[in-house]
């Protein structure tokens, strides 16, 4: 059953690195609790107690938000596939926008990427598993190219603006500051 860790250990590494997609929940302190969806090669485990993911243009800039606010994250993977397993990784988290040296040292960890809009890096202080006896087997084909491809027929300038019109505010109205320095 379900156990809890100060740390992710190597077993539970492997189980990430396997894994095509995975759920970011974060919140301020008013407003909407957002869980996220992420997939993609944009997920990297720095050791037992940091990782960085690749975060990509998306419809909305939520986590970024929230994390401005309040920078807890809980980062959630399910085994569709194999045996069953839930993880749960708690902690703090910071964002990095392009305009930050953070950003592009750890840029060259994940494929490149014209829709890059953040890397966020997290520091774990609770490992957690539990069974995953509910979850569905499901079988995974293939990754979409859908965001990719859009991305690169809008190139640099309209990206950009994209952020400007879709990127700079939450659905709650608070700051992504995606270009404040």
Not at 14 to 26: A, P, Y
Not at 46 to 70: F, P
């Amino acid at each position: 059953m379900g156990k809890k860790l100060d740390f992710i250990t190597p077993e539970l590494k492997s189980f990430i690195e396997d894994q095509k997609i995975f759920f970011v929940g974060t919140a301020a302190d008013e407003g909407r609790v957002n869980i996220s969806p992420k997939g993609t090669d944009s997920f990297r485990v720095m050791d037992q107690n940091k990782i960085v993911w690749l975060n990509l243009t998306g419809s909305g800039n939520e986590t970024a938000a929230h994390l401005l606010i309040n920078n807890r994250m809980t980062i959630m993977f399910c085994a569709f596939d194999g045996k069953p397993l839930i993880l749960r990784l708690y902690g703090t988290a910071t964002i990095y926008h392009q305009r930050d040296k953070q950003f592009h040292q750890y840029a060259d960890l994940f494929p490149e990427n014209i829709g890059a809009r953040q890397i966020i890096e997290m520091e774990i202080d609770l490992v957690q598993t539990s069974c995953g006896f509910g979850v569905p087997f499901m079988d995974y084909k293939e990754d979409r190219s859908i965001l990719n491809d859009w991305a690169e027929k809008q190139g640099k300038d309209r990206i950009e603006n994209y952020w400007k019109d879709k990127n700079s505010k939450s659905i709650d109205g608070f700051e992504t500051k995606i270009f404040e320095d």
